[in-house]
């Protein structure tokens, strides 16, 4: 098995939506673009990883969303040596399609009062649902690593939550674990390393902003 040296996760880079909450109820999420703003962020994100990969060759993932393919085009790595697959399991959260801001806003309230793992946005998804997405990608992911010729690098460009959701599922991190964690800021990123022991690392960890308060007596 021809596993890579790293897989490095990005959150996209500053979006309409993240700028101005109120276009949510004019376009869909799926459309929003990155900000001025954000395709800096992307293009300063797109300085370090051509450092880090250097000349060696990358296979990408990428959400299907308009935000999360102009940031992976803002990074300007080598096309020739890159290979690209959009990749449905990757995408946001949904929360439902047209949205009301008030309501959004009032149920974003009631996830962070019943929890952000557990919480079904009204017609849209639980952050589990996205947790059993990102498995599922997961389990695609390591069949391709079964290839002699898999590139040393992977590259996924997808959002906050669903960055968080991948890592849990990869680091077998408690449900606690997880709501006690902030998503990355727009175009940060988070690498899981192969370390010495065959085991993989991540870089860093994410900010945590309160401690792990467990369910039940697993640990």
Known sequence: MARPRRIVLVRHGESEGNED?????????????LTEKGVRQAEATGERL??????????????PYRRTHQTLA??????????????????????GNWQDREDVRKQKQY???????????AQGESGADVYDRAGAFLESLWRSFELPDHPPNVLIVT??????????RWLHWSVAEFESLSNP??????????????RYHLDRPFEQWCVPRPYGTCT
């Open 21 to 33: 909450d109120s276009i949510y109820e004019r376009v869909p999420d799926h459309a929003l673009a």
């Open 50 to 63: 051509r450092e880090l990969f250097g000349g060696e060759r990358v296979s990408a993932y990428v959400s």
């Open 74 to 95: 803002a990074f300007g790595l080598d096309p020739s040596r890159l290979r690209v697959r959009e990749e449905p399991r990757l995408r946001e959260q949904d929360w």
């Open 111 to 121: 996830r962070d009062a019943y929890g952000h793992f557990f919480y079904r946005f």
């Open 159 to 168: 959002h906050g939550l669903t960055m968080r959701l991948f890592c849990m």
């Open 185 to 198: 800021g727009n175009a940060e990123t988070r690498t899981l390393e192969l370390g010495a022991d065959g």
